[in-house]
Nanobody, 116 residues
């Protein structure tokens, strides 16, 4: 069983930055995939940024290229998501997901609200 804990959400001013962290309960080198998603109630989750191990580089959705940066911190078993220039339409619940032994595991989600 893999557990994930997200942190860093909350109220953010429009135009401000955001940094989310996802801590994984097992060693990151055991994972096949780690990524960030956002989900609006009633809609499917949308991938934002992903880190693929075994030498792969992070991939980003076209809609967020240039605004998102995803990076792993191996010493802390975390994957971080940094965003710039947040807009009100970025308000959503953000999740991290990992793939371990062909099984997907999701975090509990962290609410991000962009408002003045």
């Amino acid at each position: 069983q893999v557990q994930l804990v997200e942190s860093g959400g909350g109220l953010v001013q429009p135009g401000g930055p955001l940094r989310l962290s996802c801590t994984v309960s097992i060693h990151m080198f055991s994972l096949e995939y780690m990524g960030w998603y956002r989900r609006t109630p009633g809609k499917s989750a949308r991938e934002l940024g992903a880190s693929i191990f075994s030498g792969g580089q992070p991939n980003y959705a076209d809609s967020v290229k240039g605004r998102f940066t995803s990076a792993t911190d191996d010493s802390e078993n975390t994957i971080n998501l940094q965003r710039s220039n947040l807009k009100p339409e970025d308000t959503d619940v953000y999740y991290c997901k990992v793939l371990f032994r062909r099984t997907n595991y999701w975090g509990q989600g962290t609410q991000v609200t962009v408002a003045s």
